[in-house]
């Protein structure tokens, strides 16, 4: 998969795509020395900066809003030449995105579906927004992470990236690890169960007996037991859909 990320603050992206499970997703070397076949990393990450297609000599791509407010908008023209530009870099059709309060919430279906496309292409907005006229002629989808505001796309992008890497084949050490997570299919859209590690009480608490007991069919049975009670307890809502 390729993912194309159009924002004013490229750096921000260094640490996180630089990271674990991010970097490792991207990183050739790995990926040839494990290669059955392909050697090309599950992903790779490209950066565009806004202000690189700015028609000002002060390379500014903002303005104030017509008809007064405070804040400034991103322009259309840079916005739409960094699109045009980035997408004709690679033949793969990209989906374009837009993070914005306003989209579809992201969640677990929504970062299936856009784990299964071939190339990402990611707005971020910052200060008040983008011009209203590229989003119309760029027909994006529109992605929100949550009913609240922050003041630009990076990080949310950097959150829809993570959730739709770490479900790329060859990503994860273990292939199913992410199968039986929350809201995923191989957990019934359900919460996960809780999860223990050594030592086997600590603090005068124990782990539950069933877990040390080396009986598989008992312990898949008593974490789906769990799953469900926890759901039942912390997110009704999510048995009825599941229902
Ligand atoms: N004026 C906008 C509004 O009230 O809907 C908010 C603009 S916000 C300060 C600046 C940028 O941050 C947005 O263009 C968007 O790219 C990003 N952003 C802020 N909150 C977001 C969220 N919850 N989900 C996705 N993107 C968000």
Redo the contacts with the bound molecule.
Sequence with gaps: MRIDVLTLFPDMFTSVLGCSILKRAADPELHQAKAQGSCDPPVSYHLTDIRDFANDKHNKVDKPPYGGGPGMVIQCQPVYDAVINTEALDPRPATRIL?????RTLDQKLVQELAAMPRLLII???????DERVIEKLDPME????D??????EL?AMILIDSVVRLQAGVLGDETSADFESFSPGAEGLLDCAHYTRPSEWMDMKVPDILLSGNHGKIDTWRHEQSRKRTQLRRPDLLKESE
């Design positions: 993070m914005t309060p306003q989209g971020a907005g910052h200060y008040e927004g983008i992605i929100s992470i949550g609240y505001v922050l003041s630009g796309g949310p």
